[in-house]
């Protein structure tokens, strides 16, 4: 350690924030544009990679038995993702985590296709969405735990043909997910893990609305859930909003907020749920926000506002109604937010002043 971190310990000591001997000083960590610039690269090679073999196929080398057998794949596949940890258990620089990205990526495009190849739709999705849990728990690298994160978390939410996970797929993950935001500190150990599970999470919640109101109708849970009883399309925004009240009320206690703010948060949590059965993605966008807002992370407030302001402007423009109606609709959500504020900001002084 130089002189100058020396000084700046001191001083930390000086003022009671810190104690004992000072930490060994680590490796710095490349920026994060460097990061993801090499991580789309690494995709790519899987991609090619992945082809590369895939071509294989269509030549006539009579390998037809390898790509109709689901065990040669899975044994291939595994055999790939077996390199990749071994390659990010040993890595030394960023080249060769994201190489071992590609390898990764390839497996599992193995392992998926013999999944598919050997079992119906169901059990297919439903191992795909299992292994790609074990490899966000055991695979050491960040971004392969964010993207395996983000992958079982939307086979649950949208893949799988099961009814009662269709359910409850989404309250779940909204709960996991804001249960990893509000005790990522709590275990610094597992920070790098907690916070990709997180992030997995939280894309996997935003973007698994889009299909609704793109019209895109991928989500098998669409068929399954008109076939139920009524009661089983209540369900699933009844859960999402029990999980929302989770957080709001953790984050409440954290802020040690008077019990008007906490009545009236969830006074105005109960309106978004309603609202969010017409205008799907409100909700947990508006979760992704008071999460980070809570912990102070500015990267999760802005996928959590882009995902609002992307949901927000879809269900304005699919309104069929004239442009008058619209127009109104604006001027009086416009209003509303901004006596919202005034009322938030009149609790919050009035709050402070009251306290000693």
């Known amino acids: 350690m130089n002189a100058e971190h020396q000084r700046l ?45 895939a071509l294989l196929f269509f030549f006539d080398l009579e390998l037809d038995w ?11 596949g595994l055999l790939l993702i077996g390199v990749a940890f071994w390659l990010l258990r040993s890595a030394a620089s960023e080249f060769v985590r994201h190489m071992a990205l590609a390898f990764s990526l390839a497996g599992q ?29 055991f695979m050491p690298d960040f971004i392969h735990r964010v993207f395996s994160t983000c992958v079982a978390a939307l086979g649950l939410l949208v893949f799988v043909e099961l ?27 597992m920070l790098p893990a907690l916070r990709a599970w997180g992030y997995g999470g939280v894309l ?21 859930l008109d076939t139920l009883p009524t009661i089983y399309g209540w369900l699933t925004p009844l859960l999402e909003g029990l999980a929302a009240v989770y957080i709001v009320y953790n984050v409440c206690q954290r802020l040690k907020t008077a019990v008007r703010v906490q009545i009236l948060a969830l006074c105005a949590l109960t309106a978004l749920v309603l609202a969010s059965a017409d205008a799907p993605g409100l909700l947990v966008c508006m979760m992704v926000i008071v ?13 959590g506002i882009a995902g609002l302001l992307f949901y927000a402007s879809a269900f304005y423009y699919q309104l069929h109604v004239t442009l008058m109606v619209k127009a109104q609709i604006l001027l009086a959500t416009g209003l ?21």
């Not at 193995?110 to 849990?133: C, H, N, P, R, Y």
């Not at 996970?165 to 935001?181: H, I």
């Open 336 to 356: 509303l937010l901004l006596a919202m504020r005034w009322l938030m900001l009149r609790l919050v002084n009035g709050q402070a002043g009251e306290s000693p």
């Open 9 to 53: 310990w001191t001083s930390l000591q000086q003022q009671g924030l810190v104690e004992g001997a000072p930490p060994a000083p680590g490796d710095a960590g490349s920026p994060w544009y460097i990061s993801v610039f090499m991580g789309f690269f690494g995709w790519l090679a899987a991609l090619f990679l992945f082809l590369a073999i």
């Open 204 to 224: 996997a919640l935003v973007t698994s609305r889009s299909e609704v109101v793109l019209g895109l109708n991928w989500s098998v849970g669409n068929g399954v």
């Open 109 to 137: 495009g193995f392992v998926a296709w013999g999944s598919f190849g050997g079992a119906d739709a169901i059990g297919a999705t439903l191992l795909i969405t299992g292994f790609q849990m074990l490899l966000a728990v």
């Open 291 to 303: 999460l980070g807002q809570a912990g102070s992370n500015s990267l999760l407030k802005g996928i």
């Open 66 to 76: 390898f790509f109709e057998s689901p065990l040669l794949l899975w044994t291939i």
């Open 163 to 189: 009814p009662l996970l269709n359910v409850v797929a989404g309250g779940a993950v909204l709960a996991f997910t804001g249960w990893v935001w509000l005790h990522e500190f709590q275990f610094p150990r």
